[in-house]
């Protein structure tokens, strides 16, 4: 039997057997599962480790095919200030479910782990949730080499018509250029341009709800391309409402 030692972000949870939990949780190494035995019910160990978003450091018992056990962990961050705050909690939980989602298990992505690890810090802190859930979303988009031209229409160069989404050229395309299946509806206009150009020097000049809907234009485009859908998008239309 191997033991081996992880730092990981806890993606998502399940109770099994009453007590047990299994994590899926954000390593170098990817995303794996984990069985944490008799968690729910412990009143030695810190049930932190079984709560989305807890950076815990942990060794585990390999055992061929079956999921790891974890034999003793430490939460090193707990995001407590996002706990209470239902805007903070939501744009949090999106984040997790997009690295859950797109996120392969043995599928070592480094650079995400460190980025996630920068923006769970920066959802505890002061800053507007989706100033940091975009900021995580266009980090995302550099990491995953998918990063769309957010400028101007990648075949005719206008900046003025109704613009969407395309899969095919990672870019926006104007109505009269699109040839394919349309995926987000959504025109960009010069605030919008400038905020994602540098979202924490410009993150006064949209209001939250404008900000809320760049990111669901962002999540559109993360669906297509990876033919998955998020269910944590689900509840961004009633918060800034």
Request: aromatic share 12%.
């Amino acid at each position: 039997m191997k033991i081996s030692k992880y730092r990981g972000i806890v993606l998502k949870t399940s109770i099994i057997k009453e007590a047990d939990v299994c994590a899926s949780i954000l390593t170098p190494d990817g995303c794996g599962k984990f069985i944490f035995k008799g968690l729910k019910k412990s009143r030695k160990r810190d049930t932190a480790a079984g709560y989305p978003g807890s950076i815990i450091e942990f060794n585990v018992y390999e055992r061929g095919n079956f999921i790891p056990i974890v034999s003793n962990f430490s939460v090193v961050f707990f995001p407590s200030n996002i706990t209470s705050d239902f805007a903070k909690l939501s744009a949090m939980n999106c984040m997790l479910e997009i690295i859950f989602r797109t996120t392969a298990e043995k599928d070592p992505h480094s650079n995400m782990i460190i980025s996630a690890e920068k923006y769970l810090n920066l959802f505890n802190s002061d800053t507007s949730p989706f100033d940091t859930l975009n900021m995580f979303i266009l980090e995302y988009f550099s990491i995953h080499g998918i990063m769309p031209g957010l400028n101007k229409c990648c075949r005719c160069g206008n900046t003025s018509e109704q613009m969407y989404l395309s899969i095919r050229n990672k870019s926006l395309v104007c109505a009269k250029c699109s040839d394919e299946k349309i995926i987000a509806r959504f025109t960009l206009e010069s605030d919008d341009v400038r905020y994602i150009g540098g979202i924490i020097e410009n993150r006064g000049i949209l209001s939250d709800a404008r900000k809320t809907a760049l990111a669901l234009l962002f999540l559109n485009y993360i669906e297509n391309y990876y033919h998955v859908e998020f269910n944590s998008k689900k509840i961004f239309g009633g918060i800034y409402d």
